[in-house]
């Protein structure tokens, strides 16, 4: 799994667990306070883009649903190459969640089954690398 697709997979499952733990009234449990800040990110960044934010939408709202969460971390992932500056934004909270869990653990437990978009990725206007 390519570092973008891993960062991806590791947001969208912490945006499911942040739906997850809200609906069972455990938020704040987790010693990362990040979740929200997270979706908000993602939600500013997808703003205007209907597609994106169905997807966001939808795993917000069941968050059980791994269509939804596959469709999300397609469009995630996409915005990412796209936008180095959000790239950097979205590992930053994905690395804090790390953090505040005491480690690597978001890796598996997190990311459980996630599937590895293979899709032609069209990207348009400036491109750069770091």
Do not use: C, Y
């Not at 010693?31 to 997808?46: D, K, M, P, Q, T």
């Not at 990412?80 to 959000?86: A, K, N, P």
């Not at 909270?93 to 953090?99: G, R």
């Amino acid at each position: 799994m390519d570092p973008v697709t891993a960062v991806a997979a590791a947001g969208v499952a912490l945006v499911a667990k942040g739906a997850l733990e809200s609906a069972g009234q455990e938020a704040g449990r987790s010693g990362w306070n990040g979740g929200a800040r997270l979706v908000e990110r993602i939600r500013a960044r997808f703003r205007g883009n209907a597609d994106a934010e169905g997807a966001l939408d939808r795993v917000t709202g069941t968050p059980d649903d791994e269509e939804a969460r596959q469709t999300l971390e397609r469009q995630l992932a996409a915005h990412m190459l796209l936008d180095s500056d959000f790239e950097t934004e979205i590992r930053r909270l994905v690395d804090e969640a790390v953090t505040a869990r005491g480690g690597a653990q978001i890796s598996a437990a997190l990311i459980k089954n996630a599937q590895v978009f293979n899709g032609k990725v069209e990207v348009q206007g400036d491109w750069k690398t770091s």
